[in-house]
Structures are given as structure tokens and as C-alpha cells.
């Protein structure tokens, strides 16, 4: 059990590199020096400022008693809500960018799909001076106005995914597009741990700091350094990866992805790429993804814009063949009742994508002294539309605590 690809970004039998010839070069740059330019003692330095200094690292490590109680558990939120600009994206986005000025880029190129990764691009395009574009898909636009505003304001071009489902695979699609047009002075910023290797390990290494304060957090907090159990919603998988990294090895420690099942697995509108997924390639790399009998890719559908991706990160689709890791879908409803759920009781609103980890809490057995963290990874500003179309079929009864 590894937490990190072979040499050619295979974890077990995904992974891969299948690009065009025309982005070999962007690629092969990339691979060659992206191990070298993160263990830099210049990097580390910068990056781990940038974290704490403007990011807003480490992020609480928070205890929701009330929620604990209700649960049956001690149920710990790890905050990444509260990093900047909402969400744990910015993770990421911070290394990235610092790779990319490295290699002399001072274009970024990016794909959002709730408007996340596209804020905390723009957010640090604007902080480091870069050109900022961001496609976005038409149906993402519509329901995540918030965050699209925020994009531009930072200076972020947004230009709409007409294609295809105008969701967020329609959206990469658009950038890798762009990018193989752009491939001298641009980089191409993947805020998942999707795409051609080597994107998958290094987006999953930036959001590794999640699990490693974990650690730290619970060593301080609880005595110990492994919980029962760590949960994540799971879309191209960025966020649970950083979650599950530093308890891969750990097999006393389980890791449960969630994912979305939409109207309902068992459905065409669904987002559950494992659950409902077969091997094939999407968007460089060989990993589970919806596709028919013919091989084409199929539609995914969520409440949750950033979860609505018809495939998952390499590093999930090897976790769940080797059951290190085991993986629930939680659908349209059952993730809304949990949003509500937290809300009253703790005062925190959280993103759709962050609700479908709660709700696999009410799917799950514990016991009383079991610790339990879920991985809250974004604030539900952007949702505010939707809880508000929701909201008196969604209201929980008066919640009891004893």
C-alpha cells in the first residue's frame, strides 16, 4: 500500500499519462521537475509561509459536541471551510502556482466546477500577477453565481462550457483544449487528482496538509494521532485524498470516500463513478468512469456542482480495488437533510460537496468513544441559492441532545 504512483503515475493499475502529442512537452517538463522543485528548501520555504500567512493554516481541528451527541461518536470537523477563500482548494493552488513561475509560466488556465478551484486560481493569479482564465461549465454559471462573481472581480477571465453536459467535465475539456492551443507560456492548473500524471500526486501531496494537522490536532486534542475513522466527499477526489494521505498506512484507520449518488444509484442522473463506474480513460489517466457499453462517456449528475464529474482520481479508483479504502453514495436528499442537520446544530452551513460526508455519519456504525473526522471542505456561501429553494422540506425536526 502506497501513497504515491510508480514512475510512470501508475497507483497499482491507474494512473498514466495519455496525452496528445502536442501537450508531451508541457507533460514531460512537468515530470521531470515537479519531485525536484517541491523538495527545494526555496519552495518549502515560500509555500509553507504562503499556508499560514494567507491561507489561513493549520485550520481548526473543531469537536462538534452537539453533533457528537446526536451521532453517538466524537465527531471532529476538519475546518478547510475556513481557509481562505472557502474551501480547501487553495491548498493546492498555492503549489501549483509557485511550480508554474518556476518554470517561467504567467498564464494560468484552469476548469471549475462549483466555482471553488476557480476562486482560489484567480485569487492567487491576482496575488502573484499571473493571467487568469477559468472555463466554466453553463449549467455550473448558472447555479454558482456567487463564486463567478468573485472570479471576475479578482481579474479571472470566465468563459463558459457550451459543450456536452456544460458541466464540469465539459469544462476540462475546454481548458486542455485551450492549453494544447497555449502550450509555451501557460500552465495548465488541475484542481483535482485527475488528469495525466504526474497531476494526480502532486495535487494529492499539496492537500496533504490536511491529514498531516490531523495528526498534530488530535495528538494534542485526544492523546492519540489516529482516528477511527476519516470521511470525505469524493468527486475527482482532491480533498479526501489530502484527508486520507498521511492514514494510508495506517490500516487501523478507515477511510471512507462519499460520493454522489444524485437522484439515486440506481438512476441515470447519478455522479457514483466507483459505485457505477468502469475502467477506462478520461481526461489523461486510466481510472473508474460512467461511460456505456460503447465506451462513451456518460453525464453525471448532482445537486453539487462540484461533485458532478463522471470519473475519480487514480488514487481512489486503486484504494477501492485494494479495499484500503471503502466508498458510500449519498444522494440529492439525504446530503441536503445533513447540511440542515449541521447547521442546527453546531451553526455551521456547509458546501453541498461537504454534506455528503456528513450524511454517510447517519450510514455508519460507531461506538461511544470512536473518533470520527470528517473532512469539512467547504462553506456553503456558494449553496445559499439551493438551501433557500430547500429550505421547509429540508428543516430537521428539533434535534435532541443527551
Known amino acids: 500500500m502506497t501513497n504515491h504512483p510508480d514512475s510512470r503515475g501508475y497507483y497499482g493499475s491507474y494512473g498514466g499519462a495519455y496525452v496528445p502529442e502536442m501537450l508531451y512537452a508541457n507533460i514531460h517538463e512537468l515530470q521531470q521537475n515537479y519531485?525536484?522543485?517541491?523538495?527545494?528548501?526555496?519552495?518549502?520555504?515560500?509555500f509553507n509561509e504562503l499556508l499560514t500567512s494567507y491561507v489561513g493554516r493549520p485550520t481548526?481541528?473543531?469537536?462538534?459536541r452537539n453533533l457528537s451527541l446526536v451521532k453517538g461518536a466524537r465527531i471532529y470537523l476538519k475546518r478547510e471551510d475556513l481557509c481562505h477563500t472557502g474551501a480547501h482548494k487553495l491548498n493546492n493552488?498555492?503549489?501549483?502556482?509557485?511550480?508554474?513561475?518556476?518554470?517561467?509560466?504567467?498564464?494560468?488556465?484552469?476548469?471549475?466546477?462549483?466555482?471553488?478551484?476557480?476562486?482560489?486560481?484567480?485569487?492567487?493569479?491576482?496575488?502573484?500577477?499571473?493571467?487568469?482564465?477559468?472555463?466554466?461549465?453553463?449549467?455550473?454559471?448558472?447555479?454558482?453565481?456567487?463564486?463567478?462573481?468573485?472570479?471576475?472581480?479578482?481579474?479571472?477571465?470566465?468563459?463558459?462550457?457550451t459543450t456536452g453536459s456544460q458541466t464540469l467535465k465539459d469544462a476540462t475539456n475546454e481548458a486542455i483544449r485551450f492549453w494544447i492551443d497555449n502550450?509555451?507560456?501557460?500552465?495548465?492548473?488541475i484542481g483535482?487528482?485527475?488528469?495525466?500524471?504526474?497531476?494526480?500526486?502532486?495535487?494529492?501531496?499539496?492537500?496533504?496538509?490536511?491529514?498531516?494537522?490531523?495528526?498534530?490536532?488530535?495528538?494534542?486534542?485526544?492523546?492519540?494521532?489516529?482516528?477511527?475513522?476519516?470521511?470525505?466527499?469524493?468527486?475527482?477526489?482532491?480533498?479526501a485524498a489530502g484527508a486520507f494521505y498521511h492514514f494510508i498506512q495506517d490500516k487501523e484507520v478507515e477511510l471512507v470516500g462519499v460520493e454522489a449518488a444524485g437522484e439515486g444509484v440506481n438512476t441515470f442522473k447519478t455522479a457514483a463513478t466507483i459505485s457505477k463506474g468502469s475502467e477506462?480513460?478520461?481526461?489523461?489517466?486510466?481510472?473508474?468512469?460512467?461511460?456505456?457499453?460503447?465506451?462513451?462517456?456518460?453525464?453525471a449528475h448532482s445537486l453539487s456542482a462540484g461533485l458532478d464529474y463522471p470519473g475519480v482520481g487514480p488514487l481512489h479508483a486503486y484504494l477501492n480495488k485494494t479495499k484500503r479504502a471503502r466508498y458510500l453514495a449519498v444522494?440529492?436528499?439525504?446530503?441536503?437533510?445533513?447540511?440542515?442537520?449541521?447547521?442546527?446544530?453546531?451553526?455551521?452551513?456547509?458546501?453541498?460537496?461537504?454534506?455528503?460526508?456528513?450524511a454517510a455519519l447517519s450510514m455508519l456504525s460507531f461506538k461511544p468513544n470512536d473518533i470520527v473526522v470528517v473532512n469539512l471542505s467547504g462553506r456553503g456561501d456558494k449553496?445559499?441559492?439551493?438551501?433557500?429553494?430547500?429550505?421547509?422540506?429540508?428543516?430537521?425536526?428539533?434535534?435532541?441532545?443527551?
Open 192 to 239: 483535482s487528482t485527475i488528469g495525466p500524471h504526474p497531476y494526480p500526486d502532486m495535487v494529492a501531496r499539496f492537500q496533504s496538509v490536511i491529514s498531516s494537522e490531523i495528526r498534530t490536532q488530535l495528538l494534542e486534542q485526544e492523546g492519540v494521532e489516529k482516528p477511527s475513522c476519516v470521511i470525505a466527499c469524493v468527486g475527482g477526489g482532491s480533498n
Open 60 to 64: 481548526p481541528l473543531y469537536l462538534a
Open 183 to 189: 502550450p509555451h507560456n501557460t500552465h495548465y492548473l
Open 383 to 402: 449553496d445559499m441559492e439551493t438551501y433557500s429553494e430547500n429550505y421547509r422540506k429540508h428543516t430537521p425536526n428539533s434535534l435532541t441532545y443527551e
Open 93 to 161: 493552488v498555492v503549489g501549483q502556482m509557485l511550480i508554474a513561475k518556476r518554470l517561467g509560466k504567467n498564464h494560468i488556465v484552469a476548469e471549475t466546477g462549483a466555482g471553488q478551484h476557480g476562486v482560489a486560481a484567480a485569487t492567487m493569479c491576482a496575488l502573484m500577477k499571473l493571467k487568469c482564465t477559468v472555463f466554466m461549465g453553463v449549467k455550473d454559471i448558472e447555479r454558482q453565481q456567487p463564486n463567478v462573481l468573485r472570479m471576475k472581480m479578482l481579474g479571472a477571465t470566465v468563459i463558459p462550457a
Open 280 to 299: 477506462g480513460i478520461i481526461h489523461g489517466c486510466k481510472t473508474l468512469l460512467l461511460q456505456n457499453d460503447d465506451g462513451q462517456i456518460l453525464e
Open 35 to 46: 519531485l525536484n522543485i517541491i523538495g527545494s528548501e526555496d519552495f518549502r520555504k515560500e
Open 331 to 358: 444522494t440529492n436528499e439525504q446530503a441536503l437533510n445533513a447540511s440542515f442537520e449541521l447547521a442546527q446544530a453546531e451553526g455551521i452551513i456547509p458546501a453541498l460537496e461537504s454534506a455528503h460526508a456528513l
